[in-house]
């Protein structure tokens, strides 16, 4: 049973270096995709997880954005920021999401509420392996410090940008920026 669950740890790391090395230097297949649609189908994916935690699930979500990007790397990095808030949200606490656009730019947002990332932190959150000194117990053992790092370079190789900040009192939010597509 050891050995089994640490081949599962392995290969979980093994597929979290394989995805960050596809979006750091592989050329991906940019094609017009509904975001909203992607963001919507993570959101119900993360209700049930957020109910089984006593976490509250707040979404608001414009229809109709569409960005130039590879769906499945979109899926990830929505299902990514959405585990991240709810695995650092505070107890019987809330983790919201907002997509909306202007007339050039999708933006996303995932916040949480609890105790708010620190500037020194945020600084460097988006490092592989990173961990702040809050995040360093990983009783589960599948976390590997890799998801917002896989995050930063899905986004960067869909033309975006992305940062993450605290807010004293309030919790953590990560604000991504993509480039809408010419059909949204």
């Given at each position: 049973d050891a050995i089994a669950t640490q081949l599962k740890r392995l290969n979980g790391l093994i597929d979290?270096?394989?995805q960050l090395s596809k979006m750091e230097n592989a050329q991906i297949e940019l094609q017009d995709t509904d975001l909203s649609e992607i963001t919507e189908g993570a959101c119900l994916g993360f209700d049930a997880v957020c109910f089984e935690k006593g976490l509250r699930l707040v979404t608001k979500i414009a229809p109709g954005i569409r960005v130039m990007g590879d769906k499945d790397a979109l899926e990830r990095l929505v299902a990514s920021l959405l585990d991240n808030a709810t695995k650092y949200c505070g107890?019987?606490?809330k983790v919201g999401l907002l997509l909306s656009a202007d007339n050039r730019r999708a933006k996303l947002c995932?916040?949480?509420?609890?105790?708010?990332?620190?500037?020194?932190?945020?600084?460097h959150v988006f490092e592989r392996f990173y961990r702040s000194d809050g995040a360093r117990s990983n009783p589960d053992g599948t976390s590997f410090g890799l998801g917002l790092a896989i995050a930063r370079a899905t986004v960067l190789a869909h033309g975006g940008s992305?940062?993450?900040?605290?807010i004293k009192g309030k919790g953590t939010v990560f604000e991504v920026l993509l480039p809408l597509a010419k059909t949204s």
């Open positions: 979290s270096m394989l107890a019987e606490g995932v916040m949480n509420t609890g105790e708010a990332i620190s500037d020194e932190d945020a600084q992305i940062t993450c900040r605290g």
